[in-house]
């Protein structure tokens, strides 16, 4: 029997929002028992901004309720999620969006809330004006961001807050970066338009390429021959900004999945160690090479004991794509939202402190440390840099400027949107 594309979408968004699993892992798992490819792309949809709006329509939901239905009866509670999606953010035809999603319910096997099903989503219709007015006045059920991080981009971003906010609920654009050893950007570029992909060449990044809607990157031509990678442009800065040279050593200190350390390779015949904490990610940094056909040195070990991992010789340049809150992607990784906590802030920043502490003696005298992070929060990025400066009298801050974002006291902030990018913070320094 074909699965019920909604039903479907629902168990695994409860999946998502109600127990914390990982998005992309839900997609994985649940997309290949649909073998319409509209199905599919129903299923993605609905995954993807179901959790990009969660927080806005949960909300609505609970008070269109009498009694609250999460707890239990879960599914129904994310079906009826989805519902609100279809009328408000895919903007299917209202008859078939409610028919279909109680026909869900039944699927479900909870015809006894059919009736339900049905009836909220009718009185959502009726009352449209009056509930959507409730949930905008509120910055968290307005742009669906928890209060905490509503409250931490107002408080770092006041001016740019609301238009942050707004950027991570869009739809971003696909994004690959042509790997320059094997073919020419145009030369790609060509082949993409020829196969019927509205593709065109980065405004000012050299290996970028931009395809406006997301799609199955390995039906792509030239994916399985490795002639790019899909990367955002913002990620792509990084081999800019490290501007590594043949032949020296350079240290990728929190490597996995790989996109920026297949970067640099792509980029320069350097000997590059690639660092990871966890073996099973940096399995996937070994599949990137291969299929790029790159090579780099895998390490397994924390980036802060380098006892465990380092052969005592120094680097030229040390790349440290720091584990952070990930507060600049949620519009790639909407399910960020539901699963990160205030609370994770200063443990991330004193993780990031202190990998940046340890690392600092690896590099050699005259070289160059470039510090990423994919967050718009202050500790993370700022606060970070401070810290080693005010222990190192060797370190000095290496200024530059990108054609998007805008300067912080000691790097570089790309704010989500801007110049439709991801958000990202880069920071370089150098040893006297």
């Known amino acids: 029997m074909k ?3 909604r039903a479907l979408a629902a168990t695994g968004l409860a999946e998502v929002a109600l127990k914390g699993a990982s998005l992309r892992e839900v997609m994985t798992r649940h997309a290949p028992r649909l073998h319409d490819p509209r199905d599919r792309a129903l299923l993605m949809a609905l995954l993807s901004e179901g959790a990009r709006w969660w927080l806005r329509f949960d909300a609505a939901i609970d008070d269109l309720l009498d009694k609250p239905l999460r707890k239990r009866e879960p599914a129904v509670h994310v079906l009826l999620v989805l519902g609100l999606v279809q009328l408000e953010i895919l903007e299917l035809q209202d008859y078939a969006a409610v028919a279909a999603t109680v026909e869900a319910a039944r699927v479900l096997k909870r015809p006894q809330l059919a009736g339900l099903v049905n009836a909220v989503l009718r009185r959502w219709q009726r009352e449209r004006e009056t509930r959507l007015a409730r949930l905008d006045a509120r910055p968290q059920t307005r742009h669906a961001h928890p209060a905490w991080l509503a409250d931490a ?24 970066r042509a790997n320059r050893r094997r073919v020419e950007r145009q030369t790609l570029i060509d082949r993409l338009q020829a196969a019927g992909h509205d593709a065109g060449a980065h405004a000012w990044l050299a290996d970028g390429i931009v395809l406006p ?3 199955d990157v390995t039906r792509l031509p030239g994916f399985d021959e490795g002639l790019f990678a899909v990367q955002d442009g913002a990620a792509q800065v990084a081999a800019d900004l490290l501007g590594a040279q043949p032949d020296e050593r350079v240290l990728d200190a929190c490597a996995a999945p790989g996109g920026k350390a297949c ?9 590059l ?8 990610r940096l399995q996937r940094v070994d599949e990137n090479l291969q299929r790029l056909g790159l090579h780099a040195n895998l ?14 010789q120094p680097f030229d340049r040390i790349l440290i794509d720091a584990p952070c809150s990930a507060s600049g992607v949620l519009r ?3 399910d960020v939202r539901l699963h990160r906590r205030a609370t994770d802030i200063a443990t991330l920043a004193a993780l990031q402190q ?3 502490a340890t690392l600092w003696p690896l590099l050699k005298p005259g070289g160059r440390l470039l510090y990423v992070t994919c967050s718009l929060l202050r500790d993370e990025n700022e606060a970070a840099i401070q810290s080693l400066l005010a222990s190192n009298d060797d370190a000095q801050v290496l200024p530059f400027t990108l054609p998007a974002g805008q300067p912080g006291k000691h790097g570089w902030q790309i704010l989500p949107g801007d110049g439709d990018l991801d958000g990202m913070y880069y920071a370089m320094l150098g040893k006297r």
């Not at 970067?263 to 000997?271: G, K, P, Q």
């Open 153 to 176: 981009l107002q408080a770092d971003w006041p001016a740019q807050a609301e238009a942050v906010m707004a950027a991570d609920n869009r739809e971003p654009p696909l994004m690959l």
């Open 263 to 271: 970067h640099l390779l792509e980029r320069a015949d350097i000997t």
């Open 354 to 356: 202190r990998i940046l």
């Open 3 to 5: 699965p019920d594309t």
């Open 213 to 215: 809607h997301s799609t």
């Open 299 to 312: 390490l397994a070990g924390d980036a802060a004991e380098p006892a465990t991992w380092w052969d005592g």
């Open 273 to 280: 160690a690639a660092l990871d904490t966890d073996p099973a």
């Open 332 to 334: 790639r990784r909407p």
